[in-house]
């Protein structure tokens, strides 16, 4: 797909979709018989800080899942941060759900300082709103950064924005990281970029 | 159209006293990367690493196959590591599918994970060793490379790239007589290693390049998310395979190697010392191991997820703790798979590490992050 | 033998020699002969001596020692036998040539590997013969913004410089192409023109990486120049002369290294430095600067360049020989001229071929020098050589600060020492020897 296709994409209408049903990720939390207690007690810290703005997603063995709306994901990082002693961010992968018209966002957080929490990964989920004819950096699919909270997403954060087209606002170094630099095609991770061929 | 260049072919106005260099993608010392570094005289100012010469997509390709078909490609981000590459996406899958591994199987995948460490961190040496201007470290370790390999090669039948681990355990069961080979090559492997201390490491030369160079302090290591040696060699007692124990790590004893100075001397000896450390570990396994039993669970023709579902595994590879994130929607293939790996991890520290360094010292700390760069594109 | 190694089979050798020389015939008599004979059929051949001169009669004459021995002696005092053949340019790049094909076969052997193995049957004795070939045949890329006068000239000056180099050295008694009365200032003097063509090349390719390694030569040869020529000050105190070939002669009881071997330590780490030999590869670093000045010379620019190195090579470490391991001097190893070759000829049974009456071509002292000076270069090319295997690259800082503070601090109490020795009269014009 070249950039003359897109261009003339962008100016027709996006077509109004109506919510499909959530999708089994957000299904309401139900209390499974016996959760692990030291997991159990991390995720009540949270939600005794937040309250409802949170979402447990499940809590397991090691992996926690908070889902967090994007206007609170930043104060929820720096508590995680700061009231939690989590300390770097492993991973940040961008997943498309074009049925919810959204994209997530997920960081999960480890920590290195703290030994109790070695084994741990704190799972944040956040959306962003999906924009069905997209133009990076310049449409509605935008979160705030968490460069500021754990200095290590930088690259991964740029690595979601040309991969899912998700911008991260504050963030320093908005650039390209592994597209070739005249890549003008959908960003290549959302579900409606379709391999050649299959 | 308008006339605005996109954001990476945008020429920066810099400074007259300042040279850009672009080093690489195809340069002797840059690996398939390419590094955008600016001197001023001899010291770098800034630096600002491009990684994505060799990006090939491997994430998107494996929503398009089935949990099976995505194992050999998925390994091909490190052929040299292919085991431990491999290692996170099958520990999701069998947790996906709520598969038993039988012990067999997993004391054979921790002496082929241990081997493919050793594999892949001489490889790593040799080119350390070259960046150096050290052609014998080179040859060395790619010759005793091959020891190794012919162990693989007996235990997969393939000599680089085995795809030997497959959910439900490993592909095939260990040759017969394989313990007492094995056994002889690491021994054998394991004196010839010390060597490399006489001619590289207690190299007077070397010590005086490498120490104090592209220090990466404790607080830095943690604050950039770096990991495997990187890290330890920062001061940070992290080891996957002791605080997170995968498999049968928890039945053997691991020593983690952990030295203070965070400097390119540390981050090279660590990976060395981590290559003594493996052949405990699999004369350990081949002790401890069941001498015979099942090594695989059969699986249906196309395995499904049971409905919606994520996992997120992670395993201590020749570089450092490697993470597989798995969605699956209970289709036969993946949602989504994301590989959270080492050497783009340890890439965030390379611009804060080299910003100040003189431009000699810049193969010996770029490589010194145990960096991958096809790992690193995935 | 390894599994990889073809089978090397001496019937094979001899079938492909006795092809060649089948083949040789064969065009000689077919066609080179005929050939001489229309060209003999119309020219107008001398009258010598009384008879014409035919081939024949050249040909005899060719093969008969009275006639051919002069003439050969007459050839190898001339100033072109010289500058090309014995002491200068062939028998500098023959050694040269043995030095590469040594050094590449022992480097083989401390990293466990075979090294050239293939070309010339035995043990790729020929690999340098084809490396040279490659080069010859390759394309020559200029770069597009290169000055190009600047550039093409680089390589050739670079090999003319390094064969002056080699013409101060002295091989045996009287064997030298020039015998210069200032030769060591004459050495100083050419060795400093090495960094201006290096600079010259680097800037002239219009281009990074080379713009980079040659700044870094001029760098280090620069600052290495001075503990160069501080450390053989020493030497010239002692014997009181600036001519090698003197210097050389001087040490006919004991080579100056036994009194000045802090002067010979610095010299040897400086001609690391100046040769650009590992650990002092700098200039070439490939793992920073590509291959330094030399990244944009291609095809036979690049063969040039590496002649001249290797020529540099031998040149220096002919220098630290006649410096301070003595020259030529040594035990007269070589056998006299057997006398009844002159008088009776060689008697094999019935024939007897001679006797030769100009016969020796060298004297023996001749061959014994060249022979200590050969087999004393070769040690020392084998020491230049030999931390390449075991030592990794310096940087260019730790390298100009030895330069600039150790090994010019050493050269100066080297020059104390020779200062000592000289003033307590046990060294020196008019001392001991």
Redesign the interface.
Known sequence: MS?DVK?TTVDSKPEVKSPPPK???K?TEEKPVELPAFEKSISDKIIEKFGDKVEVGFVKE??I?INVGKEDVHNVAEFIRDGLNY?????V?G??YPQDNEIEV?Y?IGS??DSSL??Q?L?LATRAQRETNPIPGNDATKLPTLRDV???????ER?VFEMLGVFFEGHPD???????????DLP??RKD?A?KG? | MTNELPPGLALRKVDERIMTLNVGPQHPGSGHMRIIVQIDGDYIVACDPDPGYVHRGEEKMAEYRNYILNIPHLERPVIHDSCNVLYPYVLGVEELLGIEVPERAKYVRVIASELNRCIYIMYWLAIYGIFLGHSTMFMWPAGDRELLIDLMEKMTGARVTHAHFVPGGVRNDLPPNFEDVCLRHVNYFEKRIKEYAAVFYDNPILIARTRDTGVLSRQDAIRFGTTGSVLRASGVDYDLRKKEPYDVYDELDVHTNVMKEGDSYARSRIPWLDMLESCNIIRQALQKMPKSGSVRVKLKPNPKGKGFDTVYKRVESGRGSLGCYIVSDGKPEPYRVKLSVPSFRNLVALPNLLRGEKLGNMPSVYWSLNYWPVEADR | MSAIAPNFKLSEFIKSLLDNIFWIILIVVLIGLPAIMMILFVIEMPVIDGELLTPFLALTWLADPSRILPVVKAFMATDIFRVMAFPGFGFAALLAAGTIFVERKMMAKLQLRVGPFYCGKVEGILQLMGDGLKLISKEIIIPAKADKPIFWAAPVLFVATAAAFVAFIPVAPGWVVADVELGLLGVFAVIGFFPIITILSAWSANSKFPFIGGIRALFQMVSFEIPLILSLLGVVMLTGSLNLSEIAASQSSFPWIVFLPVGAIVFFITMLAELERIPFDLPEAESEIVAGWLTELSGMMYGLVQLGTYLKLYAFAGLFVVLFLGGWNGPMVVPPFPAELLEKGIEMGPITAGPFPGLPLFTQEMLNGALWFVLKTVTVIFFIILPRGVFPRIRVDMLLNLGWTKLIGLAFVNIFIALGLLYAGVLGPGGLQ
């Open positions: 950039s261009t999708p089994a990720a299904k090691d992996r899942r300390d770097h961010v492993e991973s992968s997943v498309d997920v999960h290195y300082s070695a084994r990964i799972v754990f200095y290590s997403v930088e690259f991964h690595e908005n650039r390209r990281l592994l597209l070739p630099e005249d890549w003008a290549p991770l970029f391999i299959r």
